[in-house]
Antibody, heavy 116, light 107 residues
Framework: EVQLLESGGGLVQPGGSLRLSCAASGFTFRTYAMSWVRQAPGKGLEWVSAIRGSGDLTFYADSVKGRFTISRDNSKNTLYLQMNNLRAEDTALYYC?????????WGQGTKVTVFS | DIQMTQSPSTLSASVGDRVTITCRAS??????LAWYQQKPGKAPKLLIYKASTLESGVPSRFSGSGSGTDFTLTISSLQPDDFATYYC?????????FGLGTKLEIK
C-alpha cells in the first residue's frame, strides 16, 4: 500500500525555519518525482515545489523561491522541505504528493503556523 | 505561469443531478490536466488525469473532457458521497497550478 507520512510542522515566528519530512512506502521511491503542495486555512491548493526522482532537478513556486529548498534521500525513502525566512503567508497545511505528472497519492499533511 | 480559471466557485445540486465543472487554462496545456476531489479535513484525491483518464477505483459516473485550454469535469448522477470541493490542475509545466476550486453543495 502506498503511504506518505509528513512530519516536522509546528509553530514558528516570522523569519524562522522549519524542515518538513515525508516518509514514503509502498512504491519505488527513487523512480518518482515528488511534490509539496500547501493549503492555507480555508483556501485552495497551491503547488510549492517538486524534485525529480534522482534529485538532480528541482522546481519552485515564485512565492517560495530563494527561501525553501526541496531535497530527497532515496536511501531513506524520504522527501524534505527546508523552509527558511518564514512569513505569515506561509501558514498552511503542507502535503507531500507522489508526482506521476498528476499527483496520484497524497499524505495527510503537516501543519505550519507562522505567528508573531 | 499558466493560470487556471475554474467555474463555478459554488454549485448547488441534488442527488441524481448531472453536473459540470469547467476549467480554462491561460495557455494551451494539451491534455495535461487533472481533477481532484477534496473533502473537509482530508487530503485531495486524484479523480482524472490526462484530461479524460479515470484514476483506478474512481466511479464511472465521473468523466473528464477537453484539450488545449478548455476542460470539463462531469458527474453523471450525483451521489451523497460526491458533495465535496473539486480542483483542476495543470501539469503541462512547472510551476504546476490549480484552479481555485468548486464547492459542490447539496441543494
Amino acid at each position: 500500500e502506498v503511504q506518505l507520512l509528513e512530519s516536522g510542522g509546528g509553530l514558528v515566528q516570522p523569519g524562522g525555519s522549519l524542515r518538513l519530512s515525508c516518509a514514503a512506502s509502498g512504491f519505488t521511491f527513487r523512480t518518482y518525482a515528488m511534490s509539496w503542495v500547501r493549503q492555507a486555512p480555508g483556501k485552495g491548493l497551491e503547488w510549492v515545489s517538486a524534485i525529480r526522482g534522482s534529485g538532480d532537478l528541482t522546481f519552485y513556486a515564485d512565492s517560495v523561491k530563494g527561501r525553501f529548498t526541496i531535497s530527497r534521500d532515496n536511501s531513506k525513502n524520504t522527501l524534505y522541505l527546508q523552509m527558511n525566512n518564514l512569513r505569515a503567508e506561509d501558514t498552511a497545511l503542507y502535503y507531500c504528493a507522489k508526482d506521476n505528472d498528476a499527483l496520484d497519492m497524497w499524505g495527510q499533511g503537516t501543519k505550519v503556523t507562522v505567528f508573531s | 505561469d499558466i493560470q487556471m480559471t475554474q467555474s463555478p466557485s459554488t454549485l448547488s445540486a441534488s442527488v441524481g443531478d448531472r453536473v459540470t465543472i469547467t476549467c480554462r487554462a491561460s495557455h494551451s496545456i494539451s491534455s495535461w490536466l487533472a481533477w481532484y476531489q477534496q473533502k473537509p479535513g482530508k487530503a485531495p484525491k486524484l479523480l482524472i488525469y490526462k484530461a479524460s483518464t479515470l484514476e483506478s477505483g474512481v466511479p464511472s459516473r465521473f468523466s473528464g473532457s477537453g484539450s488545449g485550454t478548455d476542460f470539463t469535469l462531469t458527474i453523471s448522477s450525483l451521489q451523497p458521497d460526491d458533495f465535496a470541493t473539486y480542483y483542476c490542475q495543470q501539469y503541462h509545466s512547472y510551476s504546476y497550478t490549480f484552479g481555485l476550486g468548486t464547492k459542490l453543495e447539496i441543494k
